[in-house]
């Protein structure tokens, strides 16, 4: 139980005096530890390091593969690592998508306190629920910069021909998940040169 442990005893007493919610979340997190071995933990705390630390709250399987390369409790192999990384998937500690992987749902809201505390300011809190929000969009208004989980944006925003920052009112610039109106594929048309163009582009000068 090596790389989970020194923040763990952190876990565990700043959750010990909250609710049962939280209780339980804490057995779930000690069950974990007691299901993986130390290097398998290690590796899930530098996934962890890489998700919370990259600008999308998600890492590559390279950048994994490479971390299992340099583990300090023991080192593991290729094969060993994807294994590990699908029993994450399995335990719905992960999420995989085309060979990226972020942290599931359940496992922000199960180790919040956890990742607060670990990563402190480097956590990004969502402006709208303010939990930690690793998969989200921000304002581009440098002297703004709110973050707002993806599936708040979506909820927020939802039906607005009109997105904007609900700190500073700044247009609200990203693509809004699961707003399908004709305004908004409209307006994208015309900013951004169309999918196809690009990808013919693309495939014209690859090959
Ligand atoms: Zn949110
Ligand atoms: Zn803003």
């Known amino acids: 139980m090596g790389s989970l442990m020194v923040p763990r005893q952190g876990l565990s007493t700043g959750i010990a005096v909250r609710h049962t919610v939280v209780n339980m979340a804490e057995t779930d997190v000690t069950r974990m530890s007691t299901d993986y071995a130390d290097n398998e933990l290690e590796l899930f705390r530098k996934t962890m390091d890489l998700i919370v630390d990259s600008d999308n709250g998600t ?35 992960l999420n995989e998508k085309n060979g ?10 199960e ?12 956590v990004k809190v ?19 910069g709110i973050k707002i989980h993806t599936p708040c ?29 004709e305004t908004q594929s409209a307006a994208k048309e015309n900013t951004a040169p ?7 582009t693309r495939r014209t000068r690859r090959s």
């Open 59 to 93: 890492a590559s399987s390279t950048d994994i593969l490479n971390c299992a390369d340099s583990l300090q409790t023991k080192k593991l192999k290729k094969r060993e690592t994807e294994h590990v990384l699908n029993r994450l998937v399995q335990d719905k500690w």
């Open 153 to 181: 944006v979506a909820r927020y925003f939802k039906g607005r021909t009109d997105p904007r920052c609900p700190a500073c009112e700044d247009f609200w610039p990203h693509e809004i998940p699961g707003n399908n109106s």
């Open 100 to 109: 990226d992987y972020s942290l599931s749902t359940r496992c922000i809201m």
């Open 126 to 144: 969502c402006h709208i629920c303010h939990n930690v929000a690793l998969q989200c969009q921000m304002c581009e208004n440098p002297t703004c």
């Open 194 to 200: 169309t999918p196809r163009s690009t990808a013919q």
């Open 111 to 122: 180790m919040e306190q956890y990742i607060r505390m670990l990563y402190q300011d480097q």
